[in-house]
């Protein structure tokens, strides 16, 4: 089983990217995907910023991929689109279906993220066709959903050509819209936001009236209030044919994220005290895996 590391869905500083993705290459992330996939104005690092650190985590042994905006919705987003879907250097992962096609049409492989929509074996067959070599789950699919196509994969015989990525830590990207809820929030109109989403490096927390937790606000984006924790499924993953585990960027302690699931994965957990442990805490949520709503946490059936 292999880990991968998202691209990081909030707005940091300039430095502290540099200083993520230097901690990063010293982890045992086997994957790396880098870039903006939330809003186009997050522009504190040029595309030569990027390049450089994919040198860096190339040259540290990790496989790279540059991924790419979930909502297009300016003609300049189109353009950088082009541009990303045009380099040959590196694997590109597709947010959105402009994505695909620009890749299709210059017959370049490419990875398919959580935000298209891929729920069952025959979009998976289309996609593969198109040039798809890996596919992210869409996060509210379940456990038993994910069997199901990967038996049919396997029966189809596109398994040894196509790799099976799920979603595994992170607060959950649920949806993406037109309008920014953080210059909302702060009372400025988009086009004028003021970058007010490097004001909030980890979104904003939404309760209801109840005070109940319940969503994260970023920029465009709509995440989950909690952590989605599928550390204690890895076995059941490695089972029905996943090959790789994704951690969203949840700041500073992402490394030793990484680490407990390596050591956990690998069998090594009792040489070092974990962050994590196959128990949920209070701030998870498992639901959608076993096909309940994706707040709810549910004890690991394993």
């Not at 038993?144 to 959950?172: A, H, P, W």
């Amino acid at each position: 089983m292999k880990l991968s590391l998202g691209p990081i869905l909030y707005y940091w500083p300039k430095q502290k990217v540099f200083d993520f993705y230097s901690a990063i290459a010293q982890s045992p992330v086997d994957i790396v995907y880098l870039g903006e996939a939330v809003c186009s104005k997050r522009k504190e690092l040029s595309n030569s910023d990027w390049l450089d650190i994919a040198a860096q985590l190339s040259q540290a042994g990790k496989e790279v991929v540059l991924t790419t905006l979930a909502l297009i919705t300016a003609r300049s987003e189109v353009q950088t689109l082009k541009k990303i879907c045009a380099q040959r250097q590196l694997l590109v992962e597709a947010n959105d279906m402009a994505a695909v096609s620009l890749l299709a049409e210059n017959k370049l492989p490419f990875v398919c993220g959580t935000s298209i929509n891929l729920y069952n074996r025959q979009s998976l067959s289309l996609m593969q066709r198109k040039g798809m070599k890996r596919w992210v789950m869409p996060v509210e699919l379940s456990a038993e959903t994910l069997t199901q196509m990967l038996f049919e994969v396997e029966e189809q015989g596109m398994s040894e050509t196509l790799e099976t990525e799920v979603f595994s830590f992170g607060k959950i990207p649920l949806a993406y819209s037109a309008r920014c809820f953080t210059a909302r929030a702060e009372n400025r109109p988009k086009d004028k936001c003021q970058l007010a989403c490097l004001e909030y490096p980890e979104g904003i927390q939404l309760q209801s009236q109840e005070t109940l937790q319940l969503f994260t606000i970023n920029g465009v984006q709509t995440q989950s209030a909690s952590r989605y924790n599928l550390l204690a499924e890895w076995q059941r993953m490695q089972s029905i044919g996943v090959d790789i585990m994704r951690i969203s960027p949840q700041g500073e302690e992402t490394v030793k994220v990484i680490e407990s699931f390596f050591h956990t994965v690998n069998g090594t957990n009792n040489q070092t005290v974990p962050l994590l442990d196959l128990a949920l805490h209070e701030s998870d949520c498992n639901g959608y895996w076993y096909g309940q709503p994706g707040m709810y946490c549910q004890p690991p059936s394993m």
